[in-house]
Structure formats: structure tokens, C-alpha cells
């Protein structure tokens, strides 16, 4: 052998968290399209479909506090000795071949995302590595070293840290892919 005591650790690992809050799906479904009734859509990450307005508050209020205890107990189990203090959030409705290009989410330390209806064929939620990997051919023929692919699941909450560049793949279904996008600050 022309070598010993290797040794080979991974460095600057990220995380995608996820659970499913107990709450009431049905309700949060007619919330949503009540949103979508009062408050005309904005412009962001969207490309076609429907993007609420941010609220800080008053809506969603069941979510967002197992929300905020689930990034509460995800931020003391991985030992970083942070407590959230704000979250804002926004409603996505997205239709057929409607998507949200390639992003992040400045400043927020967690992001999440809550899909509340995923019709079969609505698209991924895809998140890229963000360093400079992505410039060399080190990983050119394993695409899994350079994305990470979520199928999402309805009723599932995702965590994840909020400098991640990510996108949602376009729907090819007829019926409504429903989401709930959070920014969390600690």
C-alpha cells in the first residue's frame, strides 16, 4: 500500500429539516384562498401564479407558532444557542406550469416552506450548493453533490438554512401546487 492513516471528513455541512405540524388542513386550505381573494398577488420569486402579500402576523396562527417552536428545538438540538425572535411568511398558489426561479432569502437565517396541496406532477422543491463548486468540473458527473432534490410531501414543514439558492420546478398539473413560505430571523 502506498499510504495509511487516512483520514476524511466533510466540512461545512447544511440541513434540511422537516416535520408535520398538527394542524388542521382543511382549514388552512380555505385560509388560503380567502388570502388569495383579499390581497392582490406581487412579483418575487414567482414566475406566473399567485404570491400573497408578506404578513408578520394574524394569519396562518397555528402554523406559525409550531413553526417557530420546531426552529426553536432544530437550533438547540444542532447546539448554535439561537432563539427566534420574528418570522414573516406569504402564500404561494402556483398552477399549471407556473414556478419560482432560482433564489434565496437574504438576510433570514432559516427559511421554510409548508405545502398545504401537492397534486401529483407539481414540481420539486430543488436547493443548490452555493460555493464554488459549482465553477470546476470536480463534481461535473455526480449532480447529487450539487443539488439536493426534495419531493415534497403535503402537510410536511421544511427547514432550512436561508443562504441556500433554491427553486421550485415547474407544476404539470392541472390542480393547484399551495405553499407557505417563511422567512425566520433569529
Given at each position: 500500500m502506498?499510504?495509511?492513516?487516512?483520514?476524511?471528513?466533510?466540512?461545512?455541512?447544511?440541513f434540511?429539516?422537516?416535520c408535520?405540524?398538527?394542524?388542521n388542513l382543511d382549514?388552512?386550505?380555505?385560509e388560503c384562498y380567502e388570502?388569495q381573494?383579499?390581497?392582490?398577488?406581487?412579483?418575487?420569486?414567482?414566475?406566473g401564479?399567485y404570491h400573497?402579500?408578506?404578513?408578520?402576523?394574524?394569519?396562518?396562527?397555528?402554523?406559525?407558532?409550531?413553526?417557530?417552536?420546531?426552529c426553536?428545538d432544530?437550533?438547540?438540538?444542532?447546539g448554535?444557542g439561537?432563539?427566534?425572535?420574528d418570522?414573516?411568511?406569504?402564500?404561494?398558489?402556483?398552477?399549471s406550469?407556473?414556478?419560482?426561479?432560482l433564489?434565496?432569502?437574504g438576510?433570514?437565517?432559516l427559511?421554510?416552506?409548508?405545502?398545504?396541496?401537492?397534486p401529483?406532477n407539481?414540481?420539486?422543491?430543488?436547493?443548490?450548493?452555493?460555493?464554488?463548486?459549482?465553477y470546476?468540473?470536480l463534481?461535473?458527473?455526480r449532480?447529487?453533490?450539487?443539488e439536493?432534490?426534495?419531493?415534497?410531501?403535503?402537510?410536511?414543514?421544511?427547514?432550512?438554512p436561508g443562504?441556500?439558492?433554491?427553486?421550485?420546478?415547474?407544476?404539470?398539473s392541472?390542480?393547484?401546487?399551495?405553499?407557505?413560505?417563511?422567512?425566520?430571523?433569529t
Open positions: 502506498q499510504y495509511d492513516h487516512v483520514i476524511d471528513r466533510n466540512i461545512f455541512p447544511s434540511v429539516s422537516s408535520i405540524p398538527d394542524i382549514t388552512l386550505v380555505e388570502i381573494k383579499t390581497f392582490d398577488s406581487i412579483s418575487n420569486s414567482n414566475a401564479g400573497s402579500p408578506i404578513f408578520k402576523k394574524d394569519k396562518f396562527s397555528s402554523l406559525l407558532e409550531i413553526t417557530k417552536i420546531f426553536n432544530l437550533l438547540t438540538q444542532k448554535l439561537l432563539q427566534i425572535r418570522i414573516e411568511y406569504w402564500l404561494n398558489i402556483n398552477k406550469h407556473n414556478y419560482n426561479v433564489h434565496s432569502h438576510r433570514a437565517e427559511i421554510g416552506i409548508y405545502y398545504v396541496s401537492i401529483e407539481s414540481g420539486n422543491f430543488v436547493v443548490l450548493r452555493n460555493d464554488g463548486s459549482q470546476c468540473d463534481y461535473e458527473n449532480a447529487d453533490m450539487l439536493y432534490v426534495i419531493e415534497p410531501e403535503m402537510g410536511r414543514l421544511y427547514i432550512l443562504h441556500l439558492w433554491h427553486y421550485v420546478e415547474a407544476s404539470q392541472e390542480k393547484d401546487r399551495t405553499s407557505i413560505s417563511f422567512n425566520i430571523y
